[in-house]
């Protein structure tokens, strides 16, 4: 008998800037393989194409550019790869993404573009199954390091930017926001061991459970 293969669960990872997205998909993703998982790891912006250099550039304060720009930049940067996600998903491949389109509302929100605005050019890529938000405050993630010398390093900013996730948190957990996913929010502060514990416990029943077709998201 054949056995019939799940298609691939999609699995977003959000949070503050150095809240531990990397360190964690990292993790889950090695977890995934070592269970068995078909798995692949995913990242925005991803910096390799055209659109992604452009933003890499803009980043690094090496370009400026209108915002609303850069923001419908970081939106095609996810459109780009659209049909590498839908496929990899069809054919069981479970997929764990360094920020997505909630990452696009709420920076763009907090330089302040109008929320319903920033959230539209995303309206429609394939939804998250889930989404894990990695929450911490911006002066327990300051003390990881410090924070770099990219353009959205700096703590006023990341203040604005958790009230945003905040309210997308909110807008999702109500269902005000249809077909986003299941949106989970894990304290982030605490040791890595520990977080990836409450990562995995969320994301491994998860992977061998996706019934349903690819939704899009927010429609
Ligand atoms: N952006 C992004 C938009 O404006 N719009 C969009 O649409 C998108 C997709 C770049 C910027 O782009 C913006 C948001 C960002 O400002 P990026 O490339 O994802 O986005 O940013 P990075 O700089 O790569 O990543 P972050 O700074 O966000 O860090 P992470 O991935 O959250 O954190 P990580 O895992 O690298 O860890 C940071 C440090 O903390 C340590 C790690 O070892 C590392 O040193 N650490 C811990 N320390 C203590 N306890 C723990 N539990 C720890 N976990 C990790
Ligand atoms: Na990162």
């Not at 992604?52 to 780009?80: C, P, T, V």
């Not at 199954?129 to 410090?146: N, Q, V, W, Y």
């Not at 040791?191 to 996706?210: F, K, N």
Request: hydrophobic content about 35%.
């Amino acid at each position: 008998m054949t056995e019939v293969k799940h298609r691939g669960a999609f699995i977003v990872v959000e949070g503050l800037d150095r809240s531990g997205k990397t360190t964690q998909c990292a993790i889950l993703h090695e977890r995934l393989v070592e269970s068995g998982v078909d798995a692949q790891l995913m990242k925005f912006p991803d910096r390799t194409t055209v659109i992604g250099q452009m933003i890499d550039s803009y980043l690094k304060s090496q370009s400026d550019m209108d915002d609303h720009l850069i923001h419908l930049l970081f939106s095609a940067n996810r459109w780009e790869l659209v049909s590498s996600i839908e496929r990899q998903l069809r054919e069981g491949t479970s997929i764990v993404c360094d920020r997505y389109a909630f990452s696009g509302i709420a920076f763009s929100a907090s330089k302040g573009l109008p929320y319903a605005w920033c959230r539209s050019p995303d309206i429609d890529l394939p939804a998250p199954d889930m989404t894990i938000f990695l929450d911490i405050s911006p002066e327990k993630a300051k003390e990881r390091g410090g924070y770099g010398e990219e353009r959205y390093e700096k703590e006023e900013m990341q203040n604005k930017v958790r009230q945003v996730f905040r309210r997308i948190e909110a807008e999702m957990q109500g269902q005000r926001l249809q077909s986003g996913g299941q949106w989970v929010t894990i304290d982030a502060g605490r040791d890595r061991e520990t977080v990836s514990a409450d990562v995995w416990r969320h994301a491994q029943p998860l992977v061998t459970s996706v019934e349903h077709p690819i939704r899009k998201l927010w429609t």
